[in-house]
C-alpha cells in the first residue's frame, strides 16, 4: 500500500516592495510549472526543498499545488501590514513503475470429481451397491431366469 502524499501549506508575508516584486518573479516562473521535465529525458522531477519541518518528515521534493496571488496591504488594513499570499506544495515521488506483462500462464487445476461427504454417505454407497446387486438377482429369479 502506498502511503498519501504529503502536503504542505504555507501561508507569506512581504513587507516591502523590492520583495513583493521577487515573489511576483516566483509566480511567473518557479510556482508556475508544477512539475519540471529534465533535460534531455522524457522523466520529470518535482522541486527540490529544503525546510526543515518537511526534512524531518522525509520529503525533499515538491510540486506546486496551488498558489495564490499578493494581497495588496492598502486595501484590507490601510496601507498597514504586510502582503500576504498562501502556497501549497504537494509532496513529489517518482512514478512506481507497472508490472511487465507476464511471459506466461498457470494452468488452472481441474476440481476433482465430487465423494462421499462423510462416513454415513460411504455406507449409504455400498448399501446401494448390495441391494442393488441382491435386487437384480431375486428379479431375475422371480421372472423365471436362471436359477443360481
Avoid at 13 to 28: E, H, M, N, P, V
Avoid at 67 to 89: D, K, Q
Wanted: one cysteine or more; aromatic letters at 4%; a positive charge.
Amino acid at each position: 500500500m502506498v502511503a498519501k502524499m504529503l502536503k504542505a501549506k504555507f501561508k507569506i508575508k512581504i513587507w516591502t516592495s523590492a520583495d513583493a516584486g521577487l515573489y511576483r518573479q516566483l509566480l511567473k516562473t518557479t510556482l508556475r510549472k508544477p512539475v519540471g521535465l529534465v533535460p534531455g529525458s522524457t522523466t520529470s522531477a518535482g522541486l527540490g526543498i529544503d525546510q526543515p519541518q518537511l526534512n524531518d518528515v522525509g520529503v525533499t521534493s515538491v510540486v506546486v499545488w496551488s498558489v495564490t496571488p499578493l494581497m495588496n496591504p492598502l486595501v484590507e488594513s490601510g496601507g498597514r501590514g504586510a502582503w500576504t499570499a498562501e502556497c501549497e506544495l504537494l509532496e513529489y515521488r517518482q512514478p512506481i513503475p507497472a508490472l511487465p506483462k507476464p511471459s506466461q500462464t498457470i494452468p488452472v487445476k481441474k476440481t476433482p470429481a465430487p465423494t462421499a461427504q462423510d462416513a454415513a454417505d460411504v455406507e449409504i454407497q455400498k448399501l446401494s451397491q448390495v441391494f442393488g446387486q441382491a435386487g437384480s438377482t431375486l428379479a431375475t429369479q422371480l421372472s423365471g431366469g436362471p436359477k443360481p
